[in-house]
């Protein structure tokens, strides 16, 4: 089985609400590696 990346970009308000957490909370529940980072106004998640 080969391994897969998704670049996830999600926009808005991110900041201050937790939501670095929340991902990693999930990616980790499903057993999903990867990274999460702030980038200006965004989100981008390496899945």
Not at 7 to 24: A, K, N
Request: glycine share 12%; net charge positive; proline share 2%.
């Amino acid at each position: 089985m080969s391994n897969v990346s998704r670049l996830i970009i999600v926009e808005g308000i991110v900041q201050g609400v937790g939501f670095r957490p929340f991902v990693y909370r999930i990616a980790k529940n499903h057993n999903i590696t990867g990274s999460v980072k702030n980038n200006g106004g965004r989100v981008e998640i390496i899945a």
